[in-house]
């Protein structure tokens, strides 16, 4: 009886401290470089994604959630951290050889659903690093410091990008189908090995590529780096997202009695597009629009599973992208041609690496049947908010230090606040910009995008910087600086506040902030 009283009550605590004591699954399912205006919910043309259409239509969809940065590895780094990707110098787009980044003495969110009691799985893309920085890394054997060590229960993944070797899956701690033989060495510096790259063998490409992604040639494609070895276990691109796939089917399906937090980071829609066959003339959109079906058939396989299971209801679905559209990033595939009227950011300006809305503005959705009404949101809400949220749905507090720039924007997420945060930061490469309510600064520097071959795009912000006012300029077009000196005043003395010096002063992004290093 006591017992039972004092349970009642540790229960209206919580409830009255405005915390929830449900254990809901909690599945983020993250895309990559799917821009803001790519799924039909969002406006896309020339692409349907009558799936995700129908998770948006249970859900909220955001017309303001942001991925913390412009591109892979800092957006990343904060949707698991809860921490702005600009207080870690290394979160920079990664090579494939690089050393784990996250800190696994710290929590991340993984660790905090692990000590939930949630059974904890990554399947898909990593692109955090891996290992440690004293040499001692071997892809041979246990790999470690890696999701595992982070609080990742299960973890199925490629260690950067499709683009980047190795070309190899790692499953826990150990390359898939590695053949002992055969050992794998990788290099980004000097060339490891002999085997055929872009440069020597071009004849044997199935698509050509720039000289950056001109490294050794896997499965027809030349990548960024090269590698020897490892044969037996190189994957093949056109069947990445069903192994992804089939992997998170069976992780949801062995996890029927716990409940589980999934990050599922699929590969779609980032380079090299090779979607499965079945999908290929799937879009007017060349490649880029097949992976986009694919991703949305890959989502609707996702929440089957949950149906069948019995789940789905009892699953809060987040669905996002880590950062804006490219249509050329190395490889001649036709998008830029094939895009006909689609608009990839829609209404945004720029897209991937930049710091115009087009680089974090993303789709971004939350689903939980049963529990939020449907409809949509204009509340301002960003990634790095996503940990500490869902610790206050879990209603078990979160450690010390855990989550330094995330807020708690659970009554958002649940459809219940309109407004969310008062501001947040923006990242593209190494520079910052600040948007609070319907306004934008970008402080002096450069705004840098990407063009075609060897194109990329700068724009000089002189001072005082840009001031847009979002609500009626969508498309940032009309700098409003000259007419709101005091507000460019306020939002340029945040960004100081928030972010380092050095990611506010005018420089030119150079070959570590593009991924050349
Ligand atoms: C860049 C690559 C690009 C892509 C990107 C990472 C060049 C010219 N560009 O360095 O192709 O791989 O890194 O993308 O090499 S991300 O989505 O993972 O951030
Ligand atoms: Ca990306």
Same mark, same amino acid.
């Given at each position: 009886?006591?017992?039972?009283? &004092?349970?009642?009550?540790?229960?209206?605590?919580?409830?009255?401290?405005?915390?929830?004591?449900?254990?809901?699954?909690?599945?983020?399912?993250?895309? %990559?470089?799917?821009?803001?205006?790519?799924?039909?919910?969002?406006?896309?043309?020339?692409?349907?994604?009558? /799936?995700?259409?129908?998770?948006?239509?249970?859900?909220?969809?955001?017309?303001?959630?942001?991925?913390?940065?412009?591109?892979?590895?800092? &957006?990343?780094?904060?949707?698991?951290?809860?921490?702005?990707?600009?207080?870690?110098?290394?979160?920079?787009?990664?090579?494939?050889?690089?050393?784990?980044?996250?800190?696994?003495?710290?929590?991340?969110?993984?660790?905090?659903? @692990?000590?939930?009691?949630?059974?904890?799985?990554?399947?898909?893309?990593?692109?955090?690093?891996?290992?440690?920085?004293?040499?001692?890394?071997?892809?041979?054997?246990?790999? @470690?410091?890696?999701?595992?060590?982070?609080? +990742?229960?299960?973890?199925?993944?490629?260690?950067?990008?499709?683009?980047?070797?190795?070309?190899?899956?790692?499953?826990?701690?150990?390359?898939?189908?590695? %053949?002992?033989?055969?050992?794998?060495?990788?290099?980004?510096?000097?060339?490891?090995?002999?085997?055929?790259?872009?440069?020597?063998?071009?004849?044997?490409?199935?698509?050509?590529?720039?000289?950056?992604?001109?490294?050794?040639?896997?499965?027809?494609?030349?990548?960024?780096?090269?590698?020897?070895?490892?044969?037996? $276990?190189?994957?093949?691109?056109?069947?990445?997202?069903?192994?992804?796939?089939?992997?998170?089917?069976?992780?949801?399906?062995?996890?029927?009695?716990?409940?589980?937090?999934?990050?599922?980071?699929?590969? %779609?829609?980032?380079?090299?597009?090779?979607?499965?066959?079945?999908?290929?003339? &799937?879009?007017?959109?060349?490649?880029?629009?097949?992976?986009?079906?694919? +991703?949305?058939?890959?989502?609707?396989?996702?929440?089957?599973?949950?149906?069948?299971?019995?789940?789905?209801?009892?699953?809060?679905?987040?669905?996002?992208?880590?950062?804006?559209?490219?249509?050329?990033?190395?490889?001649?595939?036709?998008?830029?041609?094939?895009?006909?009227?689609?608009?990839?950011?829609?209404?945004?300006?720029?897209?991937?690496?930049s710091l115009w809305e087009g680089g974090t503005r993303m789709p971004f959705i939350v689903s939980w049947p049963g529990k939020i009404e449907p409809g949509t949101s204009s509340a301002l809400v960003s990634q790095v908010d996503i940990f500490a949220s869902i610790a206050a749905l879990i209603g078990q507090e979160l450690p010390k230090d855990a989550s330094p720039d995330g807020k708690n924007m659970l009554d958002a997420f649940m459809g219940k606040d309109h407004s969310g945060r008062d501001y947040l930061v923006e990242e593209a490469l190494s520079q910052v910009a600040l948007r609070m309510g319907d306004w934008k600064f970008i402080p002096p520097g450069t705004v840098t995008e990407r063009g075609g071959l060897d194109e990329w795009i700068k724009t000089a912000v002189h001072p005082p910087g840009l001031? /847009?006012?979002?609500?009626?300029?969508?498309?940032?077009?009309?700098?409003?600086? @000259?007419?709101?000196?005091?507000?460019?005043? $306020?939002?340029?003395?945040?960004? @100081?506040?928030?972010?380092?010096?050095? +990611?506010?002063?005018?420089?030119?992004?150079?070959?570590?902030?593009?991924?050349?290093?």
């Open positions: 009886m006591l017992k039972k009283l &004092s349970l009642f009550l540790s229960l209206t605590c919580l409830a009255s401290m405005g915390m929830a004591t449900e254990k809901p699954n909690v599945l983020i399912i993250y895309a %990559d470089d799917i821009g803001y205006g790519d799924l039909s919910c969002y406006g896309a043309s020339g692409v349907e994604t009558p /799936f995700i259409d129908r998770l948006a239509n249970s859900g909220i969809r955001f017309s303001s959630g942001y991925a913390s940065a412009a591109t892979c590895t800092p &957006s990343r780094y904060s949707l698991l951290t809860g921490e702005y990707a600009f207080r870690n110098k290394s979160a920079k787009i990664l090579p494939g050889n690089a050393p784990l980044i996250i800190d696994p003495n710290k929590a991340n969110i993984a660790s905090y659903m @692990k000590s939930a009691g949630y059974n904890t799985a990554l399947v898909g893309k990593w692109h955090l690093g891996l290992g440690l920085a004293d040499g001692s890394f071997d892809w041979n054997s246990n790999i @470690k410091p890696a999701p595992r060590e982070l609080g +990742f229960d299960y973890s199925f993944y490629m260690a950067a990008t499709g683009d980047r070797v190795p070309s190899v899956y790692i499953e826990n701690s150990e390359v898939v189908d590695l %053949d002992p033989n055969d050992p794998i060495k990788v290099s980004y510096a000097k060339p490891v090995g002999s085997e055929p790259t872009g440069i020597s063998h071009p004849h044997l490409l199935t698509v050509q590529a720039d000289k950056q992604h001109a490294g050794t040639i896997v499965n027809g494609i030349s990548r960024i780096g090269t590698m020897t070895g490892g044969h037996a $276990a190189r994957f093949k691109d056109e069947d990445m997202s069903d192994t992804y796939l089939n992997k998170a089917i069976e992780f949801i399906e062995s996890s029927k009695d716990q409940s589980f937090f999934m990050y599922f980071a699929a590969h %779609d829609n980032h380079v090299p597009r090779r979607p499965h066959p079945r999908f290929q003339g &799937s879009s007017s959109l060349g490649p880029r629009g097949d992976a986009i079906v694919q +991703f949305d058939w890959t989502v609707g396989k996702l929440i089957k599973t949950l149906q069948k299971n019995g789940i789905y209801k009892n699953t809060l679905i987040i669905l996002s992208s880590d950062n804006g559209p490219v249509l050329f990033d190395g490889y001649w595939e036709g998008s830029r041609v094939k895009n006909g009227t689609h608009k990839a950011a829609g209404p945004f300006r720029g897209g991937k690496y001031l /847009f006012n979002l609500a009626d300029d969508p498309g940032e077009t009309t700098d409003l600086s @000259k007419q709101h000196p005091k507000k460019v005043k $306020a939002m340029l003395a945040i960004l @100081k506040k928030e972010a380092p010096s050095k +990611f506010l002063q005018n420089k030119t992004p150079g070959k570590a902030q593009l991924g050349f290093e």
